[in-house]
């Protein structure tokens, strides 16, 4: 079993603040998405990362993928409170089996 | 619209009595898949499903079935539930690899 260590399970910061979330393996994913959940719904596919260390921006929002594949970070710049949620990030391993990491829930305080 | 449909969205029911969980979608993907959600525990992969005809264990299937004879549907089968199997279940689809996985919107559990 692919395991996926997702850190910190819990954030509280102002708004204005910069974040960084972090999720590291020691195995090796094809891809790596992060999803962000509200209460009650579904996850929702923020980002798709493939190559070794790539890096995607979503407005205030940057993925980085570590250059081994392991590994993946979610920064973002000047947190508002609609910023508030569940980030969850997902590696796809052998057999396009998935891994999920524990979540970080993310508060905003205006 | 784009989506993946669960019924039912929630369900209460005892030990032992056979229930099934059905997902749906119509965005033409290959690949499907269920999750089930607990606290502390995070979502864990249950079954998922390369093609039509094509499944595949994920981490946590015992006590599980699925079968996908069309491509657009992808039930869930419990045939003896136990209350360890209380729990919010997703199902999720996406086009090939599950790069893009479109969630449904959760059936909620609970096994008395």
């Known amino acids: 079993t692919q395991l996926l260590e997702q850190s910190p399970q819990f954030l509280s910061i102002q708004e204005g603040e910069n974040l960084t979330v972090y999720c590291n393996s020691s195995s090796v994913f094809s891809s790596l998405q992060w999803y962000r959940q509200e209460p009650g719904e579904g996850p929702v596919l923020l980002v798709t990362?493939?190559?070794?260390?790539e890096v995607k921006k979503l407005k205030r929002l940057t993925f980085q993928f570590g250059d081994a594949r392991k590994d993946s970070s979610l920064h973002i710049t000047a947190a508002q409170p609609g910023d508030t949620g569940l980030y969850l990030c997902?590696?796809?391993?052998?057999?396009?089996?998935?891994?999920f990491g524990i979540g970080t829930k993310l508060q905003v305080i205006p | 619209e784009a989506q993946v449909t669960q019924n039912p969205r929630y369900l209460i029911t005892v030990t032992g009595k056979k229930l099934t969980v059905t997902c749906s979608q119509n965005?033409?993907?290959?690949?499907m898949s269920w999750y089930r959600q607990d606290p502390g525990l995070g979502l864990r992969q249950i079954y998922y499903?390369?093609?039509?005809?094509?499944?595949d264990k994920g981490d946590v299937p015992e006590g599980y079935k699925v079968s996908r004879k069309e491509k657009r549907n992808f039930p869930l089968i419990l045939e003896s539930p136990s209350p360890n199997q209380t729990s919010l279940y997703f199902c999720?689809?996406?086009?090939?690899?599950?790069?893009?996985?479109?969630f449904g919107p959760g059936t909620r559990l609970t096994v008395l």
């Open positions: 997902a590696g796809a391993g052998g057999y396009q089996k998935v891994t």
């Open positions: 990362v493939v190559t070794g260390g």
């Open positions: 499903s390369m093609n039509v005809e094509v499944t």
């Open positions: 999720a689809s996406s086009p090939y690899a599950p790069n893009e996985q479109f």
């Open positions: 965005m033409n993907h290959e690949y």
